[in-house]
């Protein structure tokens, strides 16, 4: 069965780091880009992040998250990283991670991507 699986959310304070991991089973990760969408209670989901498949050579941030937020990608692992600093409340949202057989452009869509994960609770606060 295809799955893909995020964790390493939870409860940080504003200037804080975490580190949320997608990790694929069923499939292999490196033959797709992969995407980190966010989702805020009673917004849009909105893409924060993509790489490009197999060497990862093309990376894309929203601009609320750049300089800040770092997409990374392990194929002997079969996982990508979100690497997330300097966290701010309005990064407070479930964080989803996809992946695209045909890759994607950048702004990201959700429309793009084949495989979803169930997300993980990214809660900023003091």
């Known amino acids: 069965q295809v799955q893909l699986v995020e964790s390493g959310g939870g409860l940080v304070q504003p200037g804080g780091s975490l580190r949320l991991s997608c990790a694929a089973s069923?499939?292999?990760?490196?033959?797709?880009?992969i995407g980190w969408f966010r989702q805020a209670p009673g917004k849009e989901r909105e893409g924060v992040s993509c790489i490009s498949s197999t060497d990862g050579r093309h990376t894309h941030y929203a601009d609320s998250v750049k300089g800040r937020f770092t997409i990374s990608r392990d194929n002997a692992r079969n996982t990508v990283y979100l690497q997330m600093n300097s966290l701010k409340p309005e990064d407070t949202a479930v964080y989803y991670c996809?992946?695209?057989?045909?890759?994607?452009?950048?702004?990201?869509?959700?429309?793009?991507?084949?495989?979803w994960g169930q997300g993980t609770q990214v809660t900023v606060s003091s």
């Open positions: 996809a992946a695209a057989r045909y890759g994607s452009t950048w702004p990201i869509s959700p429309n793009e991507y084949d495989h």
């Open positions: 069923g499939f292999t990760l490196q033959a797709y880009a």
